[in-house]
């Protein structure tokens, strides 16, 4: 196979395609290629949405991407190559990212002459977590005062070290399907209404500062007016804890939440409308001056990707039709935890005409049939959605768009020990083995 062919013909896709980054040739290609069940990844495409977001919003927001969405070595590279912040949530990642930087030449770090560009969150930190922030220069977002008493008994520099506070609002955050929490009971962060506790509890450990904010409740945000409400909400904490402190906050961090569209026909997120509300946000929040934070994970690399499977055997049991796959919720979990699919379609599409015959004739269109996607394993739940599809037969390759996010990673590969999916990386210009 040869690479710069596969990334032209993955890029030829049609308007109604857009939810899968490669064209069915392109699919059909790899899956001849690499063994399924498998992910293939567009780091052309990671790269354009990056830029195309960050162009998109104030010269005063940071775009740190969100490593947990998809911590692939070649997509970090690619990302780290454009001098991406990055929101980390554990040691690994942190490691991850340092090896990126690292195989780009990015000469950052505490010591370096760029600062750290990461941001650091997490509600249950281990010591190796925090101090593999500390070490990468990493702005710790804070969920309650064990962090800051740890904090302040590590860390031994001249200045105090400048910390966020996580802080879950009260209300005034929707969250369309609950992934991250809206304003119910939270693990995440300081409640908001004890606040003033938690900063004068603060007090007692001088050598960490408060000195910045994270809030985030509401995940796969399609609209941009939701959005920035959640982030007005975010700016009236803000301003409150910018009183309770006396002194002026520098760092606002409004987490990821950026939504993709799932389905035909639903709307994609309208970054330029998100990027003229931050700026109108902005204007209207003179007390704050200092830089924005956002954390897109999905929407930087949820349409980067498709995995795909093949059919292994097609069931009909007591009026439901199963497409049994070789690959199920060992490699894509989140339609069993969300509820939500991921779109799918078939290779070849057997509800469209088949080539028209040496007659003239136009051949057979199959009819449409609500498949249940059932995948290999010994349990009722592994289950990755129902589509309406044409008539599959064993053997057919079926398609899954917006697969490069919460895909590969947040699956239970390792349940009855199926080989792990392959990860193909194609079109990218930094990363080792990324053709
Ligand atoms: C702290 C934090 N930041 C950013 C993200 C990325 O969110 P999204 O992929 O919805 O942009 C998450 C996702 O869980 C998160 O927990």
Not at 51 to 58: F, I, K
Not at 164 to 173: S, W
Not at 225 to 239: K, P, S
Request: aromatic share 6%.
């Amino acid at each position: 196979m040869s690479a710069p062919t596969l990334t032209e013909e993955a890029r030829d896709v049609t308007t109604d395609e857009q939810l899968f980054a490669l064209s069915d040739s392109a699919a059909m290609l790899v899956a001849e290629t690499v063994a399924t069940p498998c992910f293939a990844y567009r780091l052309d495409l990671a790269r354009e949405r990056f830029l195309s977001l960050r162009s998109a919003l104030p010269e005063r927001v940071r775009l740190a991407y969100a490593v947990k969405s998809n911590p692939g070595a070649p997509l970090l590279a690619e990302l780290a190559s454009l001098g991406a912040w990055f929101d980390c949530a554990s040691a690994g990642e942190v490691v991850a990212v340092g090896t990126a930087r690292d195989e780009v030449g990015w000469e950052g770090g505490p010591g370096g002459a760029v600062p750290g560009r990461m941001v650091f969150a997490g509600p249950a930190k281990s010591e190796s977590d925090l101090r593999a922030a500390l070490a990468a220069g990493a702005r710790i977002q804070v969920d309650g005062i064990e962090d800051v008493q740890r904090l302040a008994s590590w860390h031994h520099g001249g200045e105090p070290l400048a910390v966020n506070v996580r802080v879950h609002p009260l209300e005034g955050v929707s969250e369309t399907a609950s992934i991250i929490g809206g304003s119910g009971p939270s693990a995440f962060g300081v409640d908001e209404e004890d606040l003033p506790e938690f900063v004068a509890a603060c007090a007692a450990f001088p050598q960490v500062r408060l000195s910045g904010l994270q809030v985030f409740s509401a995940s796969n945000e399609l609209d941009a007016g939701r959005l920035l409400a959640n982030h007005a909400t975010a700016l009236g904490i803000g301003q409150r804890l910018q009183e309770l402190l006396g002194r002026d906050l520098d760092l606002i961090d409004l987490g990821g939440g950026l939504g993709i569209p799932y389905a035909v026909g639903s709307p994609e997120l309208d970054i330029l409308t998100l990027g003229a509300g931050l700026a109108e946000l902005l204007e209207a929040n003179p007390w704050f001056t200092g830089n924005i934070v956002l954390e897109p994970g999905r929407w930087v690399s949820g349409p980067t990707g498709v995995y795909l499977t093949r059919v292994v055997r097609v069931k009909e049991s007591r009026g439901a039709t199963f497409a049994i796959l070789q690959g199920g919720i060992n490699h894509l979990l989140r339609p069993l935890m969300t509820g939500q699919s991921f779109p799918v379609h078939a290779v070849p599409d057997r509800s469209l005409p088949e080539p028209t015959d040496d007659d003239g004739e136009p051949g057979p269109v199959g009819e449409r049939t609500t498949y249940s996607l059932a995948g290999p394993l010994c349990t009722s739940l592994d289950r990755v959605g129902t589509a309406d599809l044409g008539p599959l037969r064993p053997g057919d390759l079926l398609v899954f768009g917006q697969a490069g996010a919460y895909g590969f990673t947040q699956a239970m590969t390792n349940f009855l020990s199926h080989p792990v999916p392959e990860q193909l990386w194609l079109g990218g210009t930094v990363a080792a083995g990324a053709p």
